[in-house]
């Protein structure tokens, strides 16, 4: 039962602090998504990858995000420095090119104290 | 610009009642529509998909949804909720020069027993 998978599940941080989250998408699947969720903003695209190449980081905040894919089964996501307005829940989802269906990881719970 | 709107933002329903959620997007050419369902605490989910032929699609869960092309429509119903479809549920629809997923802003449902 192929899924992708996120690490850490939970993150607790200070402002400031530099965060890591890591995704492992299904084996196979060229294109790679990370989304936001909070509350108030709903389900946000942050940036996305096909064949490991950037496509679109438009929703991304330049200044303090950035998305790479060092290999086919590795996408991070990187806050640098973290502040309290990032705190939500980050998703990474990974699809078979062509077929547009999305496959969600269980998430990241990111606090910014 | 490409969107997607659920009017329904909070259904209350008791067990066995029918459902059904409102979901459309504006045009933009040829869609791919989708239905994913967030359980409490979990990731989302696919329920089901519409890429093209009967445009009655079912789903998983005794879920279904129609699209109405003309009314750039693609409601979600289930005839009779139990307490265990209580989640968020979202629309999505892929226009199809984009690998990306717009996504409605999620209608909340709420079953009581």
Request: net charge neutral; with cysteine; proline share 6%.
């Amino acid at each position: 039962d192929a899924r992708v998978t996120q690490t850490p599940r939970h993150k607790v941080t200070e402002m400031g602090q530099e965060v890591t989250m890591r995704c492992q998408p299904i084996l196979g699947h060229n294109t790679v998504f990370w989304y936001r969720q909070t509350m108030m903003q709903g389900l946000e695209l942050l940036a996305y990858f096909r064949n490991r190449a950037p496509l679109d980081d438009s929703g991304m905040p330049k200044d303090r995000f950035s998305a790479e894919m060092p290999d086919a089964t590795l996408a991070t996501l990187k806050i640098q420095p973290s502040e309290p307005r990032d705190s939500a829940v980050y998703f990474c989802a990974s699809g078979p090119t062509g077929t547009y269906e999305q496959f969600f990881g269980p998430g990241t719970r990111l606090t910014v104290l | 610009a490409q969107s997607v709107s659920q009017h329904n933002h909070h259904v209350i329903l008791s067990e066995a009642a029918s459902l059904e959620l409102g979901c459309n997007y504006s045009y933009g050419g040829t869609v791919n529509l989708f239905w994913y369902v967030q359980y409490p605490g979990q990731h989302l989910q696919l329920l089901l998909k519409y890429f093209s032929g009967d445009p009655l699609v079912k789903g998983i869960k005794g879920f279904e949804a129609e699209f109405i092309k003309s009314k750039f429509s693609f409601n979600l119903r289930k005839p009779s909720v139990q307490w265990s479809d209580t989640a968020e549920y979202f629309c999505a629809v892929n226009y199809r020069n984009t690998d990306k997923l717009i996504f409605g802003t999620g209608t909340r449902l709420q079953v009581f027993p």
